[in-house]
Every structure is written in C-alpha cells, then in structure tokens.
C-alpha cells in the first residue's frame, strides 16, 4: 500500500459546482496533514492545513479523519481559476520532518 | 520574509554530461533543505534531505548525489547524466511542518 494515496483524476467539473477529494494514508503516526495546489509547469504551493477540528478558507474545506486514516478537500461554487493539481501532504513525526505527497488529483474547471 | 532561488529555470543535457543545480534560501538560519524530483504526469520523489551543512541523507539510490556547503546552499549534482534524469527539480525548505517550493529546474536529458 502507498503512504498516501489520491485518485489521479481528472474531475471535470463545471463552474459553480461542488467538488470534493479525498486521500488515504498508511501511517497511522502521522501528525501534520496539508493540502497544496500545483499549477501546469509550476513548483507546488501550500493551500491549506488540515486540523482534527477541520478547517475552512472561503470557497475550501479541509478535514482529517485519523479513525480512517483519511483527509478531505471540498471546494464550493468552483471557478475556472481553481483548475490545477491538488496534492495531499503527509508527515509523520520525525526530527527532520520527512514529507510525503500523493501523486495529485487534477481539477479542470469547465465554463 | 525568506525566499528560496533557483537555477537554472530549465536545462537541456546530453547523456552522460555532468550536472549542477543550484538551490539558496534567504531569510531563514539553519533551515532543513530539500531535493525533490517530479516526472512528466507523476507525483513528487523525495532525493536528498539536509538538516545542516555538510549533512546529507539520500532517500533513493541513484546516480545523482547532494551537497550542502554553506548553511543556505544545497546543490544537486550528477557526473553522468542517464534519460531517466530528465524531470523537474523542486529544492524546498520546512518551517513549522509546512513546506516551500523554490520555482524549480526542468531538465531535459536528452
């Protein structure tokens, strides 16, 4: 099994729809869990951070679900400019903080 | 406000040249650095990792290796360069469990 998990996509969707993603992760020790967005030829770029509590930025919901090892991204009335790459990021305890990503669930946001 | 730099921004290699990306970071002390590698439609391979100068721990072997000669400096080098190289290069540093992406090197190995 992958540390992180994500389907690969992609979701088309069209403007103003809802639209949520979900990823698994095999280590149960993990302690901080992020969502980044990565842009067609561009380094990734941080998002959000997902909390316990759950956690919500405008038009993004982030929530974690440690019972089930998984983590959820929803975004609400989508625009075209959230067409991307969102990847799910997981870091276990560790002294040097090693990350770990999913491959990236692709978005394309359609007029 | 810290910034991470690097380059070049794309590189086109012969097969079997050497290699040298550049990665600096400014505004920070002592940060953890890292070398990632992304191949065309796959998902982000961590290379090397440095929690402080002249310290270097590699994640997959390869022929690639890493270097950290000064506190903000962390450099990529390979002797001889295969296809299977070719990728974008992402350098990032860690604060407080996030990280930040420098704006990458895409190579070409041709």
């Known amino acids: 099994r992958k540390e992180v998990e994500q389907d690969p996509g992609p979701f088309n969707v069209p403007e103003g729809a809802t639209v949520a993603f979900n990823c698994t992760y095999s280590?149960?020790?993990?302690?901080?869990f992020f969502w980044y967005r990565q842009d067609c030829r561009k380094e990734p770029k941080l998002l959000m951070s997902?909390?316990?509590s759950g956690n919500e930025d405008g038009r993004f919901t982030a929530q974690l679900n440690r019972a089930s090892q998984y983590i959820s991204l929803l975004i609400r009335d989508s625009k075209l400019s959230d067409s991307a790459t969102y990847l799910c990021v997981v870091t276990p305890s560790g002294g040097y903080q090693k990350v770990t990503f999913g491959t990236g669930t692709k978005l394309q946001v359609i007029p | 406000s810290q910034t991470i730099h690097q380059w070049p921004a794309t590189l086109v290699q012969p097969v079997g040249s050497p290699l040298s990306l550049e990665c600096t970071v400014e505004?920070?002390?002592?940060?953890?650095l890292y070398w990632y590698r992304q191949a065309a439609g796959r998902g982000l391979q961590l290379l090397f990792y440095?929690?402080?100068?002249?310290?270097i721990s590699s994640e997959v072997p390869q022929n690639l290796s890493a270097s950290r000669p000064q506190d903000r400096q962390f450099i990529l080098s390979s002797k001889k360069l295969l296809l299977s190289d070719s990728g974008f290069y992402l350098c990032a540093w860690t604060q407080n469990n996030e990280q930040f992406f420098g704006p990458g090197t895409r190579l070409t190995v041709l």
């Open positions: 505004g920070t002390s002592n940060p953890n």
């Open positions: 280590n149960s020790a993990s302690q901080s």
């Open positions: 440095s929690v402080g100068i002249g310290q």
């Open positions: 997902v909390y316990s």
